[in-house]
């Protein structure tokens, strides 16, 4: 099978990090399907765009019925409430959409994968390490992503499917654009990032195609950090 005819997921792949990981998929060869909510870009040769929505079950179906040789998941799909999140209802919806929908994707595209030997790659975050105090869902979901990570390393190893999970730091998106306008709030974090810049959503691609490729045949359960060195301070 060659990379060409590889299928690639990415849910969440319409807008931000996600997107940029689906074209990067795109450009080094692979087929992929970029699936998320909201207004859809233009699909592309190679790039397809398709509606998701992970909380719903016949949604995440239809999109891997289109994936006929599924190799590589990307669990990208998430949102952020900042504020609100301290109500519990509202807690409730980010960790039923960012942990509970990397579930139900991971579960439902396990026959597939176990067909091609293929891998997993979830979207962790450094509050999967750190607490986020007007963020409590987020935080918590991305803490379990972490633990489902390794969780689901374990129990998918006998299919030979392999399961990690990326780490971004600070990354300029539409998500941390207050933060990145608000000059104290945006020193506090580039003071304490080593190498003293906010990520660019392109930084995740190669760390991507890394854990996705043979080059990382025998690694599993590692959540591997894109933070500019902001998780060694």
Known sequence: MTKSKQDVLVTGGTSGLGQSIAQGFSSAGYNVIAAGLGPLP????GLTYRHLDVTVPQSI????????????????????RRGEELNPDVFAQVIDINLTGTMRVCSAARPSLTATNGSIINIASM??????????GYASSKGGIAQLTKSLAIA?????????ALAPGWIATPLTRNLQEDPERSEAILSRTPMARWGKPEDLV???LFLASDAAGFVTGTILNVDGGYAAV
């Open 42 to 45: 233009e699909s592309q040769p």
């Open 61 to 80: 179906e239809g999109v891997l019925s289109e994936c006929p040789s599924l190799q590589v998941v990307v669990n990208a799909a998430g949102v952020i």
């Open 127 to 136: 509050l999967s390490y750190f607490g986020g105090g007007l963020v409590p």
């Open 156 to 164: 998918y190893a006998p299919d030979g499917i392999r399961v990690n």
């Open 206 to 208: 190669g760390p991507a």
